[in-house]
């Protein structure tokens, strides 16, 4: 009986799960950024924290292919209208002049097992609740 029941609510209980790994991913990206901004410069910083004030995470949605998505990343535009996915990639990658200062890559690494657990937790809680 709760196995039928929890075919009928995997619409809403998918998007949930994702959303509680998205989260832990989001924290572990907005502290490595904090982090980086404005380290190792050789002049002082000039950051307005724009960057890291437009990084969240979009609602887990359905695609065409039936997959559900939830997606951490930075909102656009900036209002001096660059682009906030170009300064991240600067800083991610470095350019000439300016050494590599990864944020990201290090935050999927060492978050992936802990966001993982959250969605277990969550999807444990979710089936209990049924």
């Known amino acids: 009986m709760k196995i039928s029941r929890l075919a009928d609510k995997t619409d809403t209980i998918i998007p949930k799960v994702l959303d509680a790994g998205a989260e832990v991913v989001e924290s572990k990206v907005r502290s490595n950024l904090a982090s980086v901004i404005g ?3 050789k002049l002082p910083s000039r950051s307005t924290g724009e960057l890291l004030s437009s990084l969240g995470t979009t609602p887990a949605l359905q695609d065409k292919n039936g997959d559900f998505n939830a997606k951490v990343g930075f909102a656009e535009p900036r209002s001096d ?3 906030n996915a170009k300064i991240a990639t600067i800083l991610e990658y470095g350019k000439s002049g300016q050494p590599a200062k990864p944020f990201l ?6 978050s992936k097992s802990a966001a993982i657990e959250a969605m277990k937790a969550k999807l444990e809680s979710e089936v209990n609740g049924i």
């Not at 890559?105 to 060492?110: L, T």
């Open 105 to 110: 890559k290090p935050a999927k690494s060492s």
């Open 81 to 83: 209208g660059d682009s």
């Open 39 to 41: 380290s190792g410069t």
